[in-house]
């Protein structure tokens, strides 16, 4: 079993999902507004216990990246503060300023971490932190780009670790030991579950022991048919891409583990290399190829970022051109808008403002900075401690309660609702952290 927090992640909602769609106040009318993206869904992008390719190559800094040690007791806010400050110094987040995003949001783990050093489940690196922090400090655009969505504390610290070289946190429990995360178990060991929390610190399985992820297996196993197994070699039967040794992919009837397609290759057969696109009929069908550039034949996403395939109304093969600036024509004609510019009867316009029409969904909404879409209507965005459902002003993070904007409210307080909490979590009229042992 993976675990209670496993250290393994798939992405599916990016970061700034979480940062510009998770607005808890209703329309300033009073009526129901979209439902908000949650804080529920966290996770690094590239993931894997002791994976240090989220940093191609090794550290970033290593031993040259170092700063003041950050005390046990001060960790919590720090990260805190360091995301916040990436989220709104890098123009993902709508909070007004890096205090705002603070109160309104709580990694998960915090207290599962502050309690497994309590009970010397983890040991904590003061001089690592403060590495970490400074190198936050000096690159915050530098650490998002690391993560598909929020991270959880200990998230961040396995980034961190792989940044500066530098682990700011070491499992210390033994195999049969008691655990709530992969990350408590000291190496060669992860955390078994069951329906028990907390769980037990388990061996990582060798070859034929049974698993439900590879996570449970020793390095360098899979986890196939529920059992750890040697990655499957080149030419040989397999069920899914992860059953594969290193860049093999799993393709063809029967599936067989096979290279990646190189250049002008055939992608009929296998998979075209990570840089490459399989050409889709024009000019060599089923041949691998680089991504098309300005001016060239397309015929769907194969154009290079950020261009897109133009095509006119009831044909196939379009031609790559570059996004439509403000007061060009779009939509119908299949041309798309530039940057934050949205298409409004067929024009390229600017980003809406006080009483403009919008549509939000979890990638954000159609308003300008400084502006919230509630049941598809902009309303000016107010910070805490302002008026809200005034029929003006939209709160662009918290809660609307009594008319003025508030914070959402932290873990061990009441409330009445999943959005009240900083977690988005709600149990028995106590907001709490859904993934740590309550």
Known sequence: MQGIRGTSWVGLFVLSVWATGCGGDTPPA????????????????????????????????????????????????????????????????????????????ELRYSADFTAAVANQWLSYDADAAGACHAFATANPCALVDYFLWLPDIYDLFEVCAAITGQPIIVGEQAVTAPCSSDVHCTSGGYC????????????LGAVGAGCGWEG?????????????????????PCSSVFDCAGELTCTGSPRVCTPRAIEGASCLAADCDYDLICDDGIGGPGVCIQERTAGESCTGADCAWPLH????????????????????????????????????????????????????????????????????????????????????????EGLCRNDVCVPRFEVGETCSSNDDCTTRECAMSVCVDPLACQ
Do not use: K, W
């Open 216 to 236: 449970e297996c020793q390095a360098g196993l899979v986890c196939m048919d529920d059992l750890c197994a040697t990655p499957v070699a080149a030419g040989q």
């Open 192 to 203: 078994e579950d069951g329906a028990a929390c907390p769980g037990v610190c388990a061996a």
């Open 309 to 396: 395939c133009y095509r006119t109304v009831g044909t196939t093969v379009g031609t790559c051109i570059p996004e439509r600036e403000l007061g060009m024509s779009c939509a119908s004609d299949g041309r798309l808008c530039a940057g934050d510019l949205r298409c409004v009867n067929e024009v390229c316009t600017a980003p809406g403002t006080q009483g403009d029409s919008c549509f939000a969904g979890f990638g954000g909404d159609d308003c300008a900075d400084g502006f919230r879409c509630i049941s598809n209507v902009c309303y000016v965005g107010r910070a805490y401690g302002e008026a809200c459902n005034d029929g003006v002003g939209a709160c662009l």
């Open 30 to 105: 009073g009526d129901a507004g979209p439902r908000d993206a949650t804080i529920d869904d966290v996770g690094p992008q590239d993931g894997g216990a002791g994976d240090a390719s989220v940093v191609d190559g090794g550290p970033l800094c290593g031993a040259n990246c170092s700063g003041p040690p950050i005390p046990l007791d001060e960790i919590r806010d720090v990260v805190e503060r360091d995301v916040c400050t990436a989220l709104v110094t890098c123009g993902i987040s709508r909070h007004v300023d890096v205090d705002h995003c603070v109160r309104d949001q």
